[in-house]
């Protein structure tokens, strides 16, 4: 979900409840309660065909143009395309792209597309090769560092101006900036026990610094360069083992941990200052 102006918009995961899975589901809210739910037009021809999750989205800050991307089904195989709407959800545009099963993240920054495939995540806690594209998804390259290709990213994150490729998988990111030079860094995190590969894993605080979750601890960095451990009393005080998503709440200046399933289920809000972070 991405707030954007007086837009909230959301991608739809499962259809339910007669939809069937002939379409995907994608709603808007419009501040403080026009809420409406995109899947078929007024012809009747569905917005996002043969698509049962949509899960990848980016809002372009700078013109509001929504990006989308989606998950493979299990009932129907996965187009191999990306959507796009310049009219914030009225109209999609559906750009054809050449790879099997297609994307499932994806981020626009310094005028590219960069999107990857969680194709593998489930079976061998794999991704595949980011790609980036200069044209809007016409064509589209490797993205190499040190002439090698750049997988097992998991998401992307815009901090401080540079694009951050983060990995919850090997331990290694890569930063790019306005210049396009990649720089590798390490990410001091493995987190286990989580069974889908949330977008949700860190969150970017006011660009100021990031914190990420990983099983029993939270990291926080500034700089992706010196990293500070925190938390261990939100786990105690919720007894949760591990979270399943963060977000940032900036009216509060809290954190949102959120945790899914039955009783279990909830959401604990973290007040910022009590991470005793030092200006």
């Avoid at 403080?32 to 698509?51: A, E, I, L, M, T």
């Avoid at 980011?130 to 993205?143: I, R």
């Avoid at 990111?173 to 210049?179: F, L």
């Avoid at 925190?230 to 786990?235: K, M, N, S, V």
Wanted: aromatic fraction near 16%; charge should be neutral.
């Amino acid at each position: 979900m991405v707030l954007y102006d007086n837009f909230i918009f959301i991608p739809g995961i499962d259809p339910h409840f007669g939809d069937e899975f002939n379409a995907g589901n994608f709603y808007r809210l419009i501040l403080p309660n026009d809420f409406k739910k995109y899947r078929y037009n007024s012809k009747g021809k569905p917005y996002f065909p043969n698509v049962p999750h949509l899960t990848g989205i980016f809002v372009d800050p700078d013109t509001g143009h929504i990006y989308l991307t989606s998950i493979q089904g299990e009932i129907i195989d996965k187009p191999n395309c990306i959507f796009k709407s310049i009219d914030y959800g009225e109209t999609w545009q559906i750009i054809p792209i050449p790879f099997i099963p297609g994307f499932d993240r994806i981020v626009k920054y310094n005028g590219n597309l960069y999107a990857v495939s969680l194709s593998d995540y489930f079976r061998q806690r794999k991704t595949g090769i980011v790609h980036y594209s200069n044209d809007e998804g016409e064509t589209w390259n490797q993205l190499k560092h040190n002439n090698n290709p750049i997988k097992d990213i998991t998401d992307f994150c815009i901090f401080k101006g540079r694009l951050v490729l983060l990995t919850d998988i090997n331990g290694k990111g890569y930063i790019i900036n306005k210049q396009g030079k990649i720089e590798s860094f390490s990410i001091p995190i493995i987190i286990s026990g989580m069974r889908w590969p949330s977008p949700h894993w860190f969150v970017n605080v006011e660009d100021q610094f990031i914190v990420f979750m990983a099983q029993k601890k939270f990291y926080i960095t500034r700089d992706l360069i010196h990293w500070e451990i925190f938390g261990e009393d939100a786990l105690i005080k919720t007894n949760k083992n591990y979270f399943n998503n963060i977000a940032y709440w900036p009216k509060r200046k809290s954190l949102l941990l959120g945790a899914c399933g039955g009783w279990w289920g909830g959401i604990w809000i973290y007040n910022i200052e009590d991470l005793f972070i030092s200006n």
